[in-house]
């Protein structure tokens, strides 16, 4: 093996093997923390069902016992709630860390670490290739309208256009678009890939089961494979399934971009007063909660003005002052969208736009 391969995954032990993923991330994760290769890693649990994630801190390879990989990945964290976030909050100065990580959330920590509040150094990254997220609010609707348990469910999984869900006793595909689809954050994201890990991955399907498709991308990366080669299944990669994900993956990113350039005509076709008298229109449901902000995983003011003095604002002025200060960093992650109970399309379509046109000088 070496930096630049792709490995098919797998864990040897059974129960693991059974998983999704088939158990190697949470192997090597575990063969991470047995030989100290990182001091603690951080990960995610449910809280009161499988809808509702929150990260977690873990030390001890031993309750690396199971991951919620699938929901993590179709759903991400619930409320307020993000891995960059947690990892500026709580862990800024904590030695060598682990972490499963989506693109977005990788775009935010290079934000924070340019802010001085994460050092991407101290961070092994596990990058997910991600096809994005939908709402666990959603389908818990659709399961509830087809008097589907959501107690026997065991897996979800986004493939291309369709949706997947796992119970015991079958499935269901959902194409996506029509009762289902993604987040209107990811539906307009184009940078689907990490741009920065130690290794990336995305789970494919083997058979009735499914394995872990894994990039090598760094050095640190292949000496975390061969560590962990020993408790896993490998494999090199068939130049069908790398086409398979290759394809997929390529169809999502080309969407994406025709779903933004879209979104974004819709203010770059008017003039200043026609853009902005849309931009109020916008916002005009805006309650000044401060969920946006909060939530905001690159908003890192321990003092903030605005959420003090949002009350006495209006929202266009609200908007207005967070523009100014985050709007060129926005990494488009759509966690204000998720916080959000009052605008239709959520706030991380202004502040993506404002990004795009920054980025452009």
Wanted: with cysteine.
């Amino acid at each position: 093996m070496k930096t630049g391969d792709y490995v098919i995954a797998s864990s040897k032990d059974e129960r693991l093997s059974a998983t999704y993923g088939g158990g190697a991330i949470q192997t090597i994760l575990k063969k991470m923390l047995e030989n100290k290769f990182v001091e603690k890693v951080v990960l995610f649990q449910e809280k009161k069902d499988r809808y509702s994630l929150a990260p977690v801190v873990i030390e001890n390879p031993d309750q690396l016992t199971s991951i919620p990989l699938s929901q993590f990945s179709a759903y991400y964290l619930s409320g307020l709630n993000s891995v960059p976030k947690y990892i500026q909050q709580n862990l800024k100065n904590a030695g060598k860390i682990g972490v499963i990580a989506k693109p977005c959330d990788i775009r935010a920590m290079v934000e924070l670490e340019k802010r001085k509040q994460a050092n991407l150094d101290n961070l092994v990254i596990l990058g997910e290739e991600c096809h994005g997220k939908v709402s666990p609010k959603k389908v818990q609707k659709i399961l509830e309208e087809e008097r589907v348990d959501a107690s026997k469910v065991i897996s979800e999984m986004i493939d291309g256009n369709k949706f997947n869900i796992s119970f015991e006793g079958g499935n269901k595909n959902y194409i996506l678009g029509k009762k289902l689809d993604l987040e209107e954050s990811c539906k307009r994201c184009g940078e689907r890939e990490p741009n920065i890990s130690d290794i990336s991955f995305q789970v494919v399907k083997d058979n009735d089961k499914t394995k872990t498709l894994i990039h090598i991308n760094s050095e640190r990366g292949l000496k975390i494979i061969k560590l962990s080669s020993e408790e896993l299944n490998l494999e090199k990669a068939k130049e069908e399934v790398l086409e398979h994900a290759e394809r997929n993956m390529a169809l999502s990113i080309l969407k994406a971009e025709r779903y933004k350039l879209k979104q974004f005509k819709n203010f770059d076709k008017l003039s200043e007063v026609e853009a902005y008298n849309y931009f109020k229109k916008l916002i005009e449901n805006c309650r000044k909660c401060g969920n946006c902000i909060r939530a905001c995983p690159i908003c890192v003011c321990l003092d903030c003005t605005v959420i003090k003095q949002r009350k006495e604002i209006e929202p266009t002025l609200y908007f207005l002052l967070r523009m100014g200060h985050m709007g060129k960093a926005c990494v488009n992650c759509g966690i204000c969208d998720s916080s959000c109970n009052f605008l239709d399309l959520g706030p991380s379509l202004i502040f993506h736009r404002l990004s795009e046109i920054s980025k452009k000088g």
